[in-house]
């Protein structure tokens, strides 16, 4: 059974940068094959794609927010990272990691396995 477990600060002042660790049990040689992602959703919005990390070791990321964005992995400790510099308000939103086939997907149903999401609030 692959489970998902986000981590990280509730709290994170803008401007500042947020940090999000995703660590994955119970995973198979197949489940490296997933598209590792992070999404989000902003209160009362659907989910936003923000990026992933793919087999063989290539990050893909939404353009919308690339600048801000970086993903890493460390494979020994199952466990990738997302971190989102220069946080407004507007980031403030659930964040969740994900593993599925479908890259650039905001649908949940591209997704076989779900982290129970994480709050993150940017505030001051």
């Known amino acids: 059974q692959v489970q998902l477990q986000e981590s990280g600060p509730g709290l994170v002042k803008p401007s500042q940068t947020l940090s999000l660790t995703c660590s994955v049990s119970?995973?198979?040689?197949?489940?490296?094959?997933?598209?590792w992602s992070w999404l989000r959703q902003p209160p009362g919005k659907g989910l936003e794609w923000m990026g992933a990390y793919g087999y063989g070791g290539s990050i893909y990321y939404n353009p919308a927010l690339k600048s801000r964005t970086s993903i890493s992995m460390d494979m020994s400790k199952n466990q990738f990272t997302l971190q989102l510099s220069s946080v407004t308000p507007e980031d403030t939103a659930v964040y969740y990691c994900?593993?599925?086939?479908?890259?650039?997907?905001?649908?949940?149903?591209?997704?076989?396995?779900w982290g129970q999401g994480t709050q993150v609030t940017v505030s001051s």
């Open positions: 994900a593993l599925g086939n479908g890259l650039g997907s905001a649908h949940s149903y591209e997704y076989d396995y």
């Open positions: 119970g995973g198979s040689p197949r489940t490296n094959l997933y598209y």
